[in-house]
């Protein structure tokens, strides 16, 4: 394997609404990042970073499937069984052809002020928590630490404080994440503008609503990065990557059509 070329694919903000829609997830991502590696060639890893909406816990109950070496199959077409790392936040998914991907586990809080943090790699931060407080606690457990855009989340006295927590923590701690449900009229973002300024990284995912037909989007928006996971400790290797300032992530993807996302919020609404 020629490791020059070798890629990571990475969805930063997944949700599973329903740990049954296990194998729909895995097989969109598996198909968006494979017309990725069309695209640039060489190798990769595919890495979807599942953030469970507190108070939900799905990832705990694939972790429960994974002691009873439970094997998930759609359609008659695909297969897959989940495996142990060598670490507790992270699973790996082989399917019948020996294609795998990284599962990364995590949560999605909502601080005292209604700002999103998704949250990788931490025990100790509780819900609705002066947003300062909590990332100063995900910083004490190096944790992975993401503030989430979202429609209308980062306007008026929300829009100030995002700005004011990117003049206050750095590069090394917290991580600002683009949402491929943003439509592509809404281009411009001051914070990620600030935030790039300051060399803070923005980590791009999709997040899937819970609408029908939303899980296809899985994979087909998020970043890549040149370099290799550890297979016995991919969340661990994944954070070295991410916090390093050595480390340039490309985006790709595009983002939802005007009439995808009109229909979308007036469905997720109504």
């Given amino acids: 394997m020629n490791m020059s070329n070798h890629k990571i694919y990475i969805d930063g903000h997944v949700h599973l609404h329903d740990p049954g829609d296990i194998t729909t997830c895995l097989n969109s991502a598996l198909r968006s990042f494979q017309q990725q590696q069309v695209s640039h060639g060489g190798s990769f890893q595919g890495v979807l970073m599942f953030a469970d909406i507190y108070p939900t816990t799905h990832f705990q109950q694939l972790q429960a499937w994974v002691k009873s070496a439970k094997h998930f199959a759609s359609s008659g077409e695909t297969s897959w069984h989940l495996k142990e790392t060598g670490e507790s936040g992270s699973l790996q998914a082989i399917d019948q052809d020996g294609n ?3 599962l ?3 949560q999605q809080f909502v601080s005292k002020e209604n700002i999103e943090l998704l949250c990788f790699g931490c025990k100790q931060i509780q819900n ?3 947003i300062e407080s909590m990332l100063s606690q995900g910083i004490e457990e190096n944790g992975l630490l993401i503030l989430p855009w979202g429609v209308g989340k980062w ?3 929300r829009g100030e404080k995002i700005n004011h927590l990117v003049e206050q923590f ?3 701690q917290i991580l600002l994440g683009d949402n491929g449900g943003r439509p592509s009229l ?3 973002v001051p914070q990620f503008r600030k935030a790039q300024q300051k060399g803070i990284k923005i980590l791009r995912g999709t997040d899937p609503l819970s609408l029908t037909g939303e899980y296809q989007r899985i ?3 998020g970043c890549q990065i040149k370099g290799n996971l550890e297979r016995n400790k991919p969340f661990a290797s994944l954070l070295g990557y991410l916090k390093s300032s050595e480390i340039e992530l490309l985006p790709f993807g595009s983002l939802l059509s005007p009439y995808t996302f009109l229909k979308n ?3 997720i609404r109504f």
């Fill in 155 to 157: 306007l008026g006295s």
């Fill in 265 to 267: 919020q007036i469905s």
């Fill in 104 to 106: 990364i586990q995590g």
């Fill in 186 to 188: 809404w281009q411009l």
């Fill in 100 to 102: 795998e991907l990284i």
């Fill in 128 to 130: 609705r928590q002066p």
């Fill in 170 to 172: 750095s590069s090394s």
């Fill in 219 to 221: 994979g087909s928006f």
